[in-house]
């Protein structure tokens, strides 16, 4: 791919989309300028990446032939403010969680490419979960584009009614940290039975690894995996009777719900 690619801003979802796409190949470090307001932050992605910097925003949009979004919601209005005139000219990706396609257009115009981003942490590691819409002004071209990139750093979804952003934020995006707490619970579990932490964390790591691949792979349905690993009365079978009668399965949704309540709260609307 022959475009360079802005990101205004360089925290931890940036940081992860710019892994994915150089360690998959897809641009080089060249093709990448990023702008951030804290010096520090800048120099260590120059330094981890090899990529480029500048200290400006609107000299980093200019030079970018694609602009991710990727400041904190509470600074967006202030970039859009500043950058307004050279991201009407640009693909406009945005990644900043809450902010709708209405509030991007409400100041670089409706006419502006915009594909909105949900990208989820393991994009760090090629295995990210990333969610897209386009507004009226994109078309296929750009969104096959932004495909393409965020393929780079693992799945791809495109969905046409923004207000499921919400659901997909609780799920997805919010996701592994559901599933880095249910690790630490299986690995406490390991040590309070005895084996070594460095043991129960590679037995809980692989075992989610192994499981998560197989639900991926197989046209089975998860109810269908999960009672292929349950043998009557074993101790699968009695392990999944103490979750249920614990309410893990009504906590997780619950969990997952509230998550999404709060997208909404904080969603930032034109």
């Given amino acids: 791919m022959d ?3 802005s990101f205004i801003g360089a925290g931890k979802m940036a940081e992860a989309i710019i892994a994915g796409l150089l360690s998959s190949k897809k641009v080089t470090g060249k093709q990448i300028i990023i702008s951030d307001k804290y010096d520090k932050r800048r120099i260590e992605i120059e330094e981890t990446y090899n990529v480029r910097t500048v200290t400006t925003n609107t000299v980093c949009v200019t030079e970018g032939d694609i602009s991710f979004l990727a400041v904190k919601p509470q600074d967006m209005a202030d970039v859009l403010e500043q950058c307004k005139e050279t991201l009407a000219q640009k693909l406009v990706v945005s990644i900043a969680a809450g902010i709708e396609i209405s509030f991007l257009e409400g100041y670089i115009g409706k006419q502006t490419r915009i594909i909105r981003v949900m990208p989820n942490i393991a994009a760090t590691v090629g295995e990210g979960m990333s969610v897209i819409m386009k507004n009226n002004a994109a078309d296929a071209t750009d969104i096959n584009l932004v495909k393409e990139l965020l393929m780079g750093a ?4 495109e969905i046409k009614n923004e207000g499921l952003f919400h659901a997909v934020t609780a799920l997805s995006g919010s996701g592994p940290a559901y599933v ?6 299986l690995s ?16 809980a790591v692989q075992t989610v690894i192994g ?3 197989m639900a991926k792979e197989s ?8 009672e292929a690993v349950t043998s009557p009365a074993g101790t699968t079978a009695e392990a999944l009777a103490i979750l249920e009668a614990k309410g893990v399965r009504s906590a997780i949704i619950e969990a997952v719900k509230a998550a999404a309540l709060r997208s909404k709260e904080i969603s930032t609307k034109s």
């Fill in 3 to 5: 475009k360079t690619i």
């Fill in 154 to 157: 693992g799945d791809v979804i």
């Fill in 180 to 185: 880095f707490a249910f690790l630490e619970a």
């Fill in 188 to 203: 406490d579990a390991g040590v309070r039975m005895g084996l070594s932490r460095d043991v129960s964390n590679k037995l």
């Fill in 211 to 213: 499981a998560g691949k």
């Fill in 219 to 226: 046209e089975l349905s998860f109810a269908t995996l999960r």
